[in-house]
């Protein structure tokens, strides 16, 4: 399943490409000058970016229970993004774009006042790698004007901010690792929630896939040259990015089959729940067997902001005149 995952999105992210050279083969051999205008409206790009990322899944969050996407946003976990891609435009309105994405996420349950989730007490980290392939949709469109921005001279004016929505399809790997004894070490193995073992769930696999959406604005400062901020979201269909998703297992069970440290990571929360919020003298845990860890209704999803520099690449005229 992860390898037809990565093949597909392999093809995707090709598929600019491909569309690119084919549209100039058949340029190539037509030799009316309105294939040759129409060859200069198809432009190819290469785009970097560089930015900041965040988490929106059951660790850290809000100081508060239940909320949901960006109400739950912690910005002191805020961390690195970038991005290296390619870009072919049909024409003003409508372009194609692939490539890869990296984002370094984190989470934090000490990090919020909500009384559930500091007993809790769990944290995680991890890279995210990410391939995805999206159409983008322009709102404005660059208009070529003088070469130089003379004050009051006559005719048309460049205009070279443009606005655009973009949306499409992706696959991603994430390792999900905790902090313990000063060391990071990697949950998916370990089984927390009781993947694996007999009456737990099944392991979740570290591919995904995603969702990517969100919105931009360039300007060109240069013939060839754009700069501009994107903000894009990434819906993903896995619960497991944090590592937190259903019911605390059995410890005493993890510990015998997956280790101590197995154990320690699936419940290091600080104390019993407080009996004011639910909380009994009879013994009741938040940690016990059964009771909630996470919440499997609302997958994890990650975004970034990102500053975005786009280079034109050189189109080849391949009809010349005979004169």
Known sequence: MQKKLLLILVLFISLPVFVSAQYGNKIRHRGDNSFVNKRYRNQRFIT?????SN?????GGANQIGTFFVKDLEISTTRPSAALGYRYKFNQRIALSGGLHYLAIKGNDNLTTEPFRQ???LNFKTNIWELSIQGEL?????????????KNAKGRKSYKIQVYAFGGVGVFYFNPKALYRNKWVALQPLGTEGQGLEGGPKKYTRFSICIPYGIGISEGIGKNWTV???FGIRKTFTDYIDDVSGEYFDNAAIAQENGA???ALADPSINHYPASLGGDATGYRQSAAGEQRGDPTHKDAYMFTNITVTYKLKAKRSVRSKF
């Open 55 to 59: 988490f929106l899944g059951e660790l």
């Open 261 to 263: 440290t197995a154990a």
């Open 119 to 121: 007993n809790r007490n």
């Open 48 to 52: 970097a970016a560089f930015g900041a």
């Open 228 to 230: 501009g901020v994107e």
């Open 138 to 150: 322009y709102f404005t469109k660059e208009q070529q004007g003088h070469l130089y921005r003379i």
